[in-house]
């Protein structure tokens, strides 16, 4: 049964911009076949812990002495990789916060992202790879080329590099810029740009959701 693992981190419950869009996402990829099924985590509401020990971020084989994680610790960690490893294909709710991703998204992040488990190291591990992750980064500014903040953006180039690179996943990135126009006065000018962002981003999400 094609499973798809839904991922959301913002903090904001009710009038989330991400939210929104991975569940425009999970919808639409849902109705495209009657027998395929979602596997939710909410990492705001349930966050999982920072990781607790170094030694987590390498298989058992390849720690030293002082590292001995928790074992269940280290069963968190199973479970979170094989959730990844049974999907089908991951979408990824990534709001900015302070020119990063959320601190509950990097805890899960630090998690799966395992030295000779998930990443090759002295093998070329990576269980993941091929599986298809849209990442859908909403922010309160703009970071395009030609934005006075270009170059800003640390949200989604180290989930592009952990999961892409690192993982070997197919990562594809959707935004949605501006989102603080109708709060933040000063933004104003920029309403037609961020209504047409939440536009572009909405189809984006449909177009991918179909054909993923
Ligand atoms: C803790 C926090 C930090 C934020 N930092 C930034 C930032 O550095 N740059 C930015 O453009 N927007 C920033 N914002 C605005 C959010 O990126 C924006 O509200 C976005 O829509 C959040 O995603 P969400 O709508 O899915 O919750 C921040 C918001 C919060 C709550």
Wanted: hydrophobic share 45%; glycine share 6%; net charge negative.
């Amino acid at each position: 049964m094609p499973t798809l693992l839904h991922i959301d981190s913002s903090a904001n419950p009710k009038t989330s911009v991400s939210r929104e869009l991975t569940r425009l996402f999970a919808t639409t990829w849902l109705a495209v076949g009657e027998d395929r099924t979602v596997t939710y985590r909410d990492l705001h509401a349930d966050p999982v812990p920072h990781i607790s020990d170094a030694g987590l971020h390498y298989a058992p084989r390849l720690r030293v002495d002082v590292e001995a994680p928790d074992p269940a610790a280290e069963a968190l960690q199973a479970e979170l990789i094989a959730e990844v490893a049974a999907a089908d294909a991951v979408v990824i709710g990534a709001p900015m916060y302070n020119w990063s991703i959320p601190s509950t998204l990097k805890a899960w992040i630090d998690h799966i992202h395992v030295l000779g488990t998930t990443a090759p190291y002295d093998t070329p591990d990576q269980p993941f790879a091929g599986i298809p992750v849209v990442v859908i980064s909403s922010r309160g500014l703009t970071y395009g080329p030609g934005s006075k903040d270009e170059g800003l953006d640390h949200t989604v180039p180290p989930l592009v590099q952990v999961l892409g690179a690192a993982l070997g996943m197919k990562v594809d990135v959707v935004t949605s810029d501006l989102t603080l126009v109708g709060r933040i006065p000063a933004l104003d000018p920029f309403t037609e740009q961020s209504t047409a962002s939440a536009a572009d981003a909405r189809d984006r999400v449909v177009e991918l959701a179909r054909h993923i």
